[in-house]
């Protein structure tokens, strides 16, 4: 039981190129592409004096080269944690969102819908990728009561995370920003999740893929 609140930086890895392209990533490991490797830096800068005690991330790839830019500027070890992972899409992953319209037309529609207990061929069910994730979070939480701790994850993991702190079901439709590198904050306690911040981006002003090629 958490005694004591937590301060939580909840972090989107950096973009990659199938984000730009819409292709669906899950578990699929893709790097993070040239403005995703700049945002991370920036990301890093904007949290240099932050009081962090702890570095959480995903294994995957785009997300654990987001927490190396900060594990270098701040001399911390990354914690690396499989359920902070994406949510499985099984066959989805690779295509985007015309293909799959597409090919799994019935699918696609139940996916849409955000039907908690459906999983694609292959995929994982909604309400089982929301439990991992969450408890993933409460446990590095539970780890460090009283103090600050960065976490680096996915879309889906902040979607997740987001609905916990507002109280909004699975199953509601969207309506919050999920944008890459920005930086979120949320309060972990015993009861709980609390918003405080979200979608700050402002550290990634003037920073776009023309500026660096990718």
């Given at each position: 039981m958490l005694e004591q609140v937590t301060r939580i930086v909840l972090i989107r890895h950096g973009e990659t190129?199938?984000?730009?392209?819409?292709?669906?990533?899950?578990?699929?490991?893709?790097?993070?592409?040239?403005?995703?490797l700049a945002q991370a830096e920036r990301l890093a800068q904007a949290l240099a004096d932050e009081?962090?005690?702890?570095?959480?991330?995903?294994?995957?790839?785009?997300?654990?080269?987001?927490?190396?830019?900060?594990?270098?500027?701040?001399?911390?070890?990354?914690?690396?944690?499989?359920?902070?992972?994406?949510?499985a899409f099984g066959c989805f992953?690779?295509?985007?969102?015309?293909?799959?319209?597409?090919?799994?037309?019935?699918?696609?529609?139940?996916?849409?819908r955000r039907e908690p207990d459906f999983a694609v061929g292959g995929g994982e069910s909604l309400s089982g990728f929301s439990a991992r994730c969450l408890a993933a979070v409460r446990r590095a939480a539970a780890a460090h009561p009283g103090q600050d701790v960065a976490i680096v994850a996915?879309?889906?993991?902040l979607d997740c995370l987001y609905r916990a702190a507002t109280r909004?079901?699975?199953?509601?439709?969207?309506?919050?920003?999920?944008g890459n590198a920005t930086i979120n904050r949320l309060l972990a306690t015993a009861d709980g999740f609390t918003l405080v911040g979200w979608n700050d981006d402002q550290h990634l002003a003037g920073l776009s893929a023309d500026d660096i090629g990718a």
């Open positions: 190129a199938w984000n730009r392209a819409t292709r669906i990533q899950g578990h699929t490991d893709i790097p993070l592409s040239p403005l995703g009081p962090l005690a702890a570095l959480y991330a995903s294994d995957l790839s785009r997300a654990r080269q987001t927490a190396e830019a900060l594990a270098r500027r701040r001399g911390l070890d990354i914690q690396f944690d499989t359920d902070l992972r994406e949510r992953e690779g295509l985007d969102w015309q293909q799959i319209s597409e090919q799994y037309p019935e699918d696609a529609e139940r996916w849409r996915h879309g889906g993991v909004v079901a699975l199953n509601a439709p969207r309506s919050w920003q999920l």
